[in-house]
């Protein structure tokens, strides 16, 4: 079975999506210049270019200064591909941050876990599970949104996941039970959990593949980031009103993405098979029709995702880069009131302060998309594939491991508070950011018909396990202390994300791949 993504166009069996095959064929003419006369060669060259007419040929350098483009786009100008690249811009910020607050709604708790503590008189590891429930079920809860998404377009679906998101935010507002803020956060998380994963497919079905990296990099980094700064502003609220305020932001911040799909938004689905599925009229989309009626929605498309466990060039950093997510992301990320409210007695915020090293680590290692685009580039010229991108993913582990080593020696050497062990913060930031966007990237690579079915999946694995750590660390902390912890944490990043990387990268440059 394969998912839709409303982004392959009618032009697919006569021009390579995969642009590194195209590189293999020119490659492949290139070796057979000895052998061939010149006429065969040209003749060979005709073959391969895209059989489109002339006018469709000046139609595409008109609005996009070439038609040599993977994927080919349409002669239509409500083809997504066709977009201006400010609308592309405008629709890429707002889900990119839509996927910032679903993990900024998660953490913003984190300066307020001791407050809570307080108040429903419970340890501070308890209050972690309304932070870690979260987690989980932005992670889960895609696989549900997105075979809607796939029948029914994205942007309608997006403004009731924010306007849902408004309700159970108010909820908590109100909330003075942990039982009732508890199921605030649940279904808090289970609408706004497309921000999470959809970035991946509204990238694929807006770009072309020379710009991938750089913007899934921009949706990657927001993800990232709303871990970091939900924690470091929401700081600066509760230490000056009452923790509840928190939540009345965050019902603030979901109205105005609700109100901003409505007046900007505008639907990438685009069915090029039946254009009368097609809605250009931004308030008519504003209704339930099927732009993808073959795409029924059943158990097997919630759960087709999970084939690309048997995929291992999808697999394997799908899995690497899940380990780092966990280790040097949540490990210091979730952890870190346990940590710093328990050693230093820090308050809300200077709590929320601590969060600084990861924002910058974080914004450093966004180069990573930018670098990954050009290392792809510069490789096709010289026929490598796809798993040239790997190389950036060497960089982001051995920063990893060196962030969580010196985090785990200098919390553990600290009796006063002081900057060290956040420098282990920024490094391990730093490493985990330079391999997002390549990995995720890679994935996409490796069948860009099926991205949104791959980011679910990469999205589901990597919250999966980060749902799993905040369960063993506190255990772990007690008994073996930060040193000999962290450095497990660093070790397991070295065993079970680099090695197998480096197997894979090796293996797929092997087969030209």
């Keep these: 079975m394969c998912i839709n993504t409303g982004t392959w166009t009618p032009f697919q069996t006569l021009w390579p999506r995969d642009s590194n095959s195209r590189s293999k064929q020119m490659t492949s003419l290139a070796d057979d210049k000895e052998v061939r006369t010149k006429e065969e060669v040209e003749d060979i060259t005709t073959e391969d270019e895209p059989e489109i007419s002339e006018e469709h040929k000046q139609y595409l350098i008109a609005k996009h200064g070439t038609y040599n483009l993977v994927p080919l786009p349409s002669m239509n100008d409500d083809d997504p591909l066709n977009w201006s690249n400010g609308m592309k811009h405008l629709q890429l910020g707002m889900v990119a941050f839509h996927g910032f607050m679903t993990t900024f709604l998660t953490t913003g708790m984190v300066p307020v876990a001791g407050v809570y503590s307080e108040k429903y008189n419970m340890p501070t590891s308890r209050i972690a599970y309304l932070i870690s429930v979260q987690i989980l079920l932005v992670g889960v809860f895609p696989l549900i949104w997105v075979p809607l998404m796939e029948r029914y377009g994205k942007r309608l679906l997006l ?90 932001v965050f019902t603030l911040i979901n109205f105005g993405q609700a109100v901003c799909y409505f007046f900007f938004g505008k639907e990438s689905s685009y069915n090029h098979n039946d254009l009368s599925r097609n809605e250009s009229n931004r308030f008519k989309q504003l209704r339930f029709k099927a732009i993808f009626p073959e795409n029924h929605i059943t158990i097997q498309k919630i759960i087709y995702p999970g084939i690309f466990f048997s995929n291992l060039r999808i697999f394997i950093p799908t899995f690497a880069y899940s380990v780092c997510f966990l280790q040097a992301n949540i490990a210091l990320n979730i952890e870190i009131p346990e940590v710093m409210v328990g050693k230093f007695a820090l308050g809300p915020q200077a709590l929320g302060l601590q969060f600084l090293s990861f924002i910058i680590g974080t914004a450093i290692g966004e180069v990573g998309g930018y670098m990954s685009d050009k290392l792809v580039a510069w490789g096709q010229g010289r026929g490598r594939g796809p798993s040239f991108r790997l190389w950036l993913t060497y960089p982001g582990f051995a920063a990893c491991i060196i962030g969580l080593v010196v985090f785990g020696v200098q919390i553990d050497a600290a009796n006063t508070w002081n900057v060290t062990p956040l420098i282990g913060c920024a490094l391990a930031a730093f490493g985990l950011q330079i391999m997002t966007s390549p990995i995720i990237a890679y994935c996409i690579d490796m069948d860009h018909k099926q991205a949104g079915a791959i980011v679910l999946f990469i999205t589901a694995v990597r919250q999966t396990l980060a749902f799993i750590g905040p369960f063993y660390f506190p255990v772990m902390y007690s008994n073996l202390g930060f040193t000999v912890s962290y450095g497990i944490m660093a070790a397991l990043i070295g065993g079970l994300s680099f090695i197998p990387t480096l197997v894979l990268h090796i293996t797929a440059a092997r087969n030209g791949k």
């Design 159 to 248: 403004i009731i996941s924010t306007l849902g998101t408004m309700c159970f935010s108010l909820g908590s507002v109100f909330s003075n039970t942990y039982g009732t803020m508890m199921a605030m956060r649940v279904l808090q998380a289970v609408l706004i959990s497309p921000g999470i994963a959809v970035g991946g497919s509204i990238v694929n079905e807006t770009t072309f593949s020379h710009q991938r990296g750089s913007r899934s990099g921009v949706w990657a980094i927001s993800v990232n980031l709303g871990t970091m700064v939900g924690a470091f502003l929401m700081g600066f609220v509760a230490q000056y009103q009452d923790a509840k305020y928190i939540h009345v």
